[in-house]
């Protein structure tokens, strides 16, 4: 028995697909572009796979966590909290108060907005590896307007 010393072989020509092949007789696989087309489900209503991505999607968004850092202007701290997309600010306080920080008083800003206590994480487009000021609040309440001091 002898062996072959030239393993693995000069390339044959191409496969229809456009790719070399090494081994020969493997000729007959599908080419890639024919390949991804038989994976494509045909045009019209959503198949059973693609709405069961869809939902696996969504369930997975439940588990997605983003690492920010509150930047607490008065202490000049940058603490690093892990939210989720669906927390709102009221959360993210109880994270702060979790880390013996106060919040009191305070507001949330995000790209130079202020936030609303009720808006998420998600609305506010905060994003993994943002940064949220958090700044103590110098406007005191006088006869129904604001005031800055």
Same mark, same amino acid.
């Given at each position: 028995m002898q062996l072959n010393s030239s393993w693995p072989g000069p390339v044959q020509p191409a496969r229809p697909g456009g790719v070399p092949s090494r081994n020969p007789g493997w000729e007959f696989l599908i080419s890639p572009p024919q390949l991804?087309? *038989?994976?494509l489900p045909a045009s019209g209503p959503p198949s059973r796979s693609r709405r069961g991505m869809e939902t696996l999607r969504r369930s997975l968004s439940r588990w997605k966590?983003?690492?920010? /850092? !509150?930047? $607490? *202007? &008065? &202490? &000049? $701290?940058l603490l690093p909290l892990t939210v989720r997309p669906t927390d709102s600010m009221m959360d993210l306080r109880a994270h702060l108060v979790r880390e013996g920080v106060t919040s009191? /008083? /305070?507001?949330f800003y995000y790209n130079t907005r202020p936030l609303e206590e009720? %808006?998420? !994480?998600? %609305?506010?487009k905060i994003q993994n590896g943002s940064v949220v $000021? $958090?700044?103590s609040d110098k406007r005191q309440k006088r006869g129904g307007?604001? !005031?800055l001091q």
């Open positions: 991804h087309a *038989a994976c966590k983003y690492h920010i /850092k !509150v930047h $607490l *202007a &008065d &202490d &000049d $701290l009191w /008083k /305070k507001t009720h %808006e998420t !994480v998600k %609305e506010a $000021l $958090l700044i307007t604001s !005031v």
